[in-house]
């Protein structure tokens, strides 16, 4: 299985809840590695535009004033099958349908506050990634 990265974001619910390093833990214990590590408050712009996909669907605006209420960290994590990884360990969006003992159905109560975000194909981690991350922001592990 190839080696690849995904990009992931504790959103603002999770932060507020003092939950960053007990689900980075999640991501580490399950094998996966932060390569590249940031805190920032989105603005509005940064917001609509990493969900531009999305701007015309109904929770749109909500989405976009959920995302910038407060801090959020944004990790690039690396390993075998990262995306879908993460992916598993993020749970379902409505974490009503996420599977016990993933991220959503641990932090998260509704679907429009789910706690994480993570890519959800190659194509859109290779977007994001580069989205909030410089080629020379990525610390690839040299030991
Ligand atoms: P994902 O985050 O699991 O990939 P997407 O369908 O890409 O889910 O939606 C992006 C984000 O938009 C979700 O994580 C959630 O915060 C929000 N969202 C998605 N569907 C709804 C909805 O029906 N109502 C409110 N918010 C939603």
């Known amino acids: 299985m190839a080696v690849e990265r995904t990009l992931s974001i504790i959103k603002p619910d999770a932060v507020a809840k003092n939950a960053i390093g007990e689900i980075l833990g999640r991501f580490e214990k399950a094998g996966l590695k932060v390569v590249a590590l940031k805190m920032l408050h989105l603005s509005r712009e940064q917001a ?3 969900y531009a996909e999305h701007k015309e669907r109904p929770f749109f605006g909500d989405l976009v004033a959920f995302m910038t209420s407060g801090p959020v960290t944004v990790q ?10 993460n992916r598993d360990l993020m749970g379902a969006t409505n974490p009503k349908d996420a599977e016990a003992g993933t991220i959503r159905a641990d932090f998260a109560e509704t679907i429009d506050e789910n706690a994480v975000h993570g890519s959800d194909s190659a194509e859109s981690a290779a977007r994001e990634v580069d989205y909030f991350f410089a ?6 592990r040299t030991r």
């Open 48 to 50: 609509e535009g990493f």
């Open 76 to 85: 690039v994590l690396e390993g075998e099958d990262a995306v879908k990884k």
């Open 135 to 140: 080629d020379e922001e990525l610390c690839p």
